[in-house]
């Protein structure tokens, strides 16, 4: 089971970047994928998360109505489209993104204690 970040970079702020996380080696399709991500000196704090092959979608309020989930499901690899517009330098973070099979996502997707997958992270930065 491996989780696979990429998509991070800079961006001006006001524009889009788009992540992906590639998931791998799992036995279904149905999979609770979250993006959290962590500035330096705060929290990780959850952006949003989403069940795959179709279920509940959760976002941060803070992202609401700005970060947009997708996904693509192939015979082995499932992945997770973040994308997220109208960035603002407040959201310059390091992004993990995590995930657990089996488990549909909740009011409680946000806690982190949830997922036992996690990817090596995508850094985004945001100019203003």
């Known amino acids: 089971v491996q989780l696979v970040e990429s998509g991070g970079g800079s961006a001006q702020a006001g524009g889009p970047l788009r992540l992906s996380c590639a998931a791998s080696?799992?036995?279904?399709?149905?999979?609770?994928m979250a993006w959290f991500r962590q500035a330096p000196g705060k929290e990780r704090e959850g952006v949003g998360s989403?069940?795959?092959?179709?279920?509940?979608?959760?976002?941060a309020v803070s992202v609401k109505g700005r970060f947009i989930f997708s996904e693509d499901i192939a015979e082995n690899t499932v992945t997770v489209y973040l994308q997220m517009n109208s960035l603002e330098p407040e959201y310059a973070a390091m992004y993990y993104c995590?995930?657990?099979?089996?488990?549909?996502?909740?009011?409680?997707?946000?806690?982190?204690?949830?997922?036992?997958?996690w990817g090596q992270g995508t850094q985004v930065t945001v100019s203003s």
């Open positions: 995590a995930a657990i099979e089996g488990r549909a996502c909740s009011l409680s997707w946000a806690d982190a204690r949830r997922y036992n997958v």
């Open positions: 080696g799992y036995t279904w399709n149905k999979i609770c």
């Open positions: 989403t069940y795959t092959g179709g279920g509940n979608t959760y976002y």
